[in-house]
């Protein structure tokens, strides 16, 4: 015992015990962990190893030949902290804990924390602890935190090389400064719902991009190589919702309105985007009925509840009525309420149809098995009984992004397709099990679109000029790619559409990115329209508005619209003179005779 004593009265002796503690060492690590130099104080340095030798506590493993603690070294270390704690008094530590709670410091919170939360053995866990409190005593902090002592495990964490475990204690949330200027601009936004919707999609997106998507699929998304819509809600919500409108038929009293606010307010923070309203025959056969429906939906689509959210009446089966509603519709137009209708009713009238300002109207030539977003994108309501259809989510490729990595090389950005579209079914695998999680496993149609962003852009980066209907066969190929891998990634209730129409937003997003890393002028020289300083990658496969002989653009969007398999929507831009409204009329009858899914007219 008493050399035990004699050993341990060096400071130096006590810190090279504290040093072998957090992993074993040669002699050369030892030395150099106690701030001695190998050259000049290599004499006083081995004094004190022969005194923990003979003391006994240290030794030397017999295998790896390091230095590392005995079983009293160990013991001894932990009476010398114990005594430090008694004597420490009334300086213990107090923490501040995000619970709102004041407490002395423990380590063994550490030491629980790295077990449960990141998995890691106790053994570990007990010396990346006892390296932590070891620098807050050393630090004397005035003021300690439950977050700075997550900050100062996860510094000791990268400092030991234990990364994997860091990443599993990252904590999410907002810097102050963020939430103070989140503040500041609540009344430009609406007030403090605004404050509340932003903080918690800042903690929600961290959550995805840290443990839900795997590693690679995040990377992805935070490089603008792909875009995932709404991301930030992607834990609680989906993007779109199918509503059997049957249930409005059985309303007591024609009390439409309640039935459907009660219907879609159960939603309301469930569906991000879009209310799919569909099999509305009985409701709109009766004028009373319809009238009711129409005030109803305006009604609850004016409320700052349901601000952002978009309503798409889907009555492509019902020829008789449709008109009906849209006349009703049309008394108060709404940004918000698309109406879906079957082709004929243009075909029937297209000069009535052309005339009318609105644009919210969208011709389609659909079964009755599926439904339309606003869009385009289709939605299958064919399903077993007590089925519910979800849009889970959509998701944008940058599609000019890898040609631009590809320089040239064809066969190469392919492959890169391959890649990247593997990253997004991914991606909507994990979003299924979150969603269906968040709805106890009940019974759900996943549907799920990808759309490519910048694909004349990126056809022009591999041959030098966009493409026509004579030389499409790299677009085709890439969509062909798309959707071959689509349906091979879906299931029976798991699927995968490739849809025309990229959200201008993924456009916006994704092109900045590239700007950023490719530089303006790089990046510019792909786009086909007057180049500005805010222009973005093309939002649809063919651009609506690109200057094209009109036969070579029908013919191209007819192959392209054979190809998909999520949604062709056209979009034509009406005539400004009376005199081109037949030539307008015909073309758009060929679109949709050619395979497009769905017209709309902006």
């Known amino acids: 015992m008493d050399k035990i004593l004699e050993a341990l009265a060096s400071p130096i002796r006590i810190e090279m015990l504290k040093q072998l503690s957090k992993h074993d060492m040669n002699y050369t690590e030892l030395i ?10 290599a004499g006083k340095f081995s004094y004190h190893l022969k005194k923990l030798l003979s003391s006994e506590l240290i030794k030397i493993n017999e295998k790896t030949k390091l230095y590392e603690l005995s079983h009293s070294g160990r013991t001894m270390l932990e009476v010398i902290e114990q005594a430090k704690k008694m004597l420490a008094g009334s300086d213990l530590l107090i923490v501040r804990r995000s619970e709102c709670s004041i407490e ?158 009660a219907n879609l307010m159960e939603d309301v923070f469930v569906v991000e985007k879009e209310f799919l309203l569909y099999n509305l025959s009985d409701v709109i056969s009766n004028k009373k009925s319809l009238k009711q429906f129409a005030s109803a939906l305006m009604k609850i689509s004016s409320t700052s509840t349901f601000e952002g959210h978009r309503f798409v009446i889907n ?33 029937k009238n297209p000069s009535h149809y052309i005339s009318k300002e609105d644009s919210k109207l969208i011709f389609t030539t659909g079964s009755k098995s599926e439904i339309l977003t606003s869009n385009g994108y289709k939605v299958s309501i064919k399903n077993p009984e007590n089925t519910e259809s979800f849009l889970c989510g959509v998701a944008a490729m940058n599609v000019a992004r890898l040609a631009l990595q590809s320089v040239g090389n064809e066969e190469e950005f392919m492959e890169s397709v391959r890649r990247t579209m593997q990253l997004i079914i991914t991606a909507f695998i994990k979003k299924m099990g979150l969603t269906n999680m968040l709805h106890g496993n009940t019974n759900i149609k996943h549907h799920f679109i990808v759309s490519p962003c910048g694909l004349f852009e990126a056809i022009k980066c591999l041959t030098g000029e966009h493409p026509t ?8 190929n890439v969509l062909r790619e798309m959707v071959k891998l689509a349906l091979k990634g879906s299931k029976k209730d798991f699927q995968i559409g490739v849809a025309n129409v990229c959200p201008p937003q993924s456009s916006k997003r994704m092109t900045k990115s590239d700007v950023d890393r490719f530089g303006f002028k790089t990046v510019s020289g792909l786009s086909f329209y007057p180049v500005t300083s805010n222009f973005t990658y093309s939002t649809t496969i063919v651009p609506y508005d690109i200057k094209m002989p009109q036969e070579y653009r029908l013919q191209l969007e007819a192959k392209v619209a054979k190809v998909l398999n999520g949604g062709y929507m056209v979009m034509l831009s009406k005539p400004s003179k009376d005199k081109e409204v037949q030539e307008f009329v015909d073309l758009a009858k060929k679109y949709l005779e050619a395979g497009c899914d769905s017209l709309k007219f902006i």
């Not at 150099?32 to 104080?41: E, F, T």
């Not at 935070?222 to 709404?230: A, E, K, Q, T």
């Not at 009525?321 to 879906?340: C, G, R, S």
């Not at 209907?469 to 085709?476: A, F, M, N, Q, R």
Request: charged share 25%.
């Open 32 to 41: 150099r962990s106690v701030g001695m130099n190998p050259q000049k104080d």
């Open 104 to 261: 002395a410091f423990d380590k063994n919170k550490i030491v629980n924390a790295l077990v449960k939360e990141a998995g890691m053995p106790a053994k570990l866990a007990h010396k990346v602890a006892s390296s932590v409190e070891e620098k807050l005593l050393d630090l004397k902090i005035e003021y300690l935190s439950a977050p700075l002592i997550r900050e100062l495990v996860n510094s000791v964490l990268i400092d030991q090389g234990l990364e994997k475990y860091r990443h599993k204690l990252t904590r999410v949330g907002m810097p102050i400064y963020d939430v103070t200027q989140t503040i500041k601009s609540a009344s430009k936004q609406g007030g403090t719902n605004a404050v509340m919707r932003t903080a918690a999609n800042a903690v929600l997106k961290e959550y995805m991009l840290l443990n839900v998507l795997p590693r690679n699929v995040a990377d992805a998304y935070l490089s603008g190589l792909i875009d995932i819509c709404f991301l930030e809600s992607g834990v609680v919500s989906v993007y779109g919702k199918a509503y059997d409108a049957g249930i409005l038929n059985k309303a007591e009293d024609l009390n439409v309105y309640g039935a459907l606010v």
């Open 315 to 347: 009555v492509a089966d019902n020829l008789e009525h449709a008109e009906d509603l849209m006349d009703v519709f049309d008394e108060h137009q709404k940004n918000n309420i698309f109406i879906v209708v079957n082709k004929d009713l243009f075909e």
């Open 469 to 476: 209907s004579g030389s499409s066969d790299i677009l085709l």
